[in-house]
């Protein structure tokens, strides 16, 4: 009876921490959105995403589903004044064949219907990164890495200033000339 009662707390333990764990992002996201502004960068990752070195990026590993994540970090961006994203995906994930990643069309679908409202850019995977790695030289980028086993799957959120757009920024460059 005494070894039920310990593994029941055990497993309790673990599957709490586990939840802890997967809720952690949030948080963390709640924390730095405040500090984030223009010219940085959240981005929600799969399994295979590489930790980068620059030493603007900061990695956090999630067990959250992927898609969750992407659907938390645009919630968090809507509710900001000072912030909108530009938001990116990999060209390559289109032609990602269902034979060699069971699983890609549905993913696919759950991310369009994520991203219905949310204008995404598509470019190829490389492009991508060496935006992030240019930014991450100078600005936070902060990187949400989850366990999702699909290639091109990572979704990138470029922050704009939420209050301010590039109109209004060439009509103020025209009246300092």
Known sequence: MKTKIITTCLLLSLMTSALSAADNWREKLQQELPLLGHRNWIVVADAAYPWQTAPGIETIYVTADQLEVVKGVIAELAKTKHVKPTIYTDAEMKFVAEKNSPGIGAYRDG???????????????????????????????????????????????????????ADSEAELRRAMK
């Not at 850019?121 to 890495?145: N, S, Y």
Request: charged share 20%; proline share 5%; glycine share 6%.
């Open 111 to 165: 991310l369009q219907k994520i991203l219905t409202n949310q204008p995404a850019k598509v470019l190829p995977h490389e492009q991508i990164i060496g935006k992030l790695d240019e930014a991450g030289k100078t600005f936070k980028v902060l990187l949400i890495k989850t366990s999702l086993t699909k290639p091109y799957t990572s979704v990138f959120f470029q922050l704009e200033c939420g209050y301010w757009n």
